[in-house]
């Protein structure tokens, strides 16, 4: 598979706290690749130095999409030109409906004009798919949503608007087994040859209903050892203690 998404010996720090230290990774198209890690290990500050959250600093490094040097490219910038995340704790926005936030989002990235009726059906497709109750799309965006109507609503929002790499930072957190299963469906959906999906996670759980191509372990900002997804099952049963930098 060529290659979608390229980070060449990353370093970045939180104030005076250096967190990612020297991280490489590459990711193809059409694949799925998992961080996980103890907490603290670096794995959402990656998630956000990738998209140049202005709260983390890079010290050194390249972040390469589709070809192109982001490294420095503002977030905007960086999610027109396709990547997507999906956020631990997804924001309520008051007088913003979910309909008109991602009928905005979609004509910013694409720069073309979205039909009304078009889209309701898209999201109503997805909305089904996804087993969202009718006349969701309506309310104020995440506001009283259900901590997993949230995680729906922010699979929904992948599905729209159909990133070329989707970072999904603890998608399942807090979710029942139904959920999973119903987010673990939307990503599904979404998958294929052209795109790619990082999924950061502390649980296997959703790992079993998706095929994972890698797994990697993310330690003090270094990844430290990659496998493929029965790296997972050896994380449930025996944890990190026997992973350590430099293996």
Known sequence: MSSLLEIKNLSAKVKDKQI???LNLNI???EVHVIMGPNGAGKS???NVIFNNPQYTKTSGKVIFNGKDITNAKTDEIARDGVFMSF???EE????SVFNFIK???QKITGQNVYFADLRKE???NMEELEMKPGMDNRDLNVGFSGGEKKKNEILQMLELNPRLAILDETDSGLDVDAIKLVSKGINLFKN???AILIITHSTKILEMLKVDFVHILIDGKIVYTGNSELAKEIEENGYNSFKVGE
Do not use: F
């Open 45 to 47: 500050t990656l998630a």
């Open 28 to 30: 193809g198209k059409g």
């Open 193 to 195: 040859d052209e795109n």
């Open 104 to 106: 905005t989002a979609k």
């Open 88 to 90: 631990q704790t997804p």
């Open 20 to 22: 990612l230290d020297n």
């Open 123 to 125: 999201i109503a497709k």
């Open 93 to 96: 926005v008051e007088g913003i």
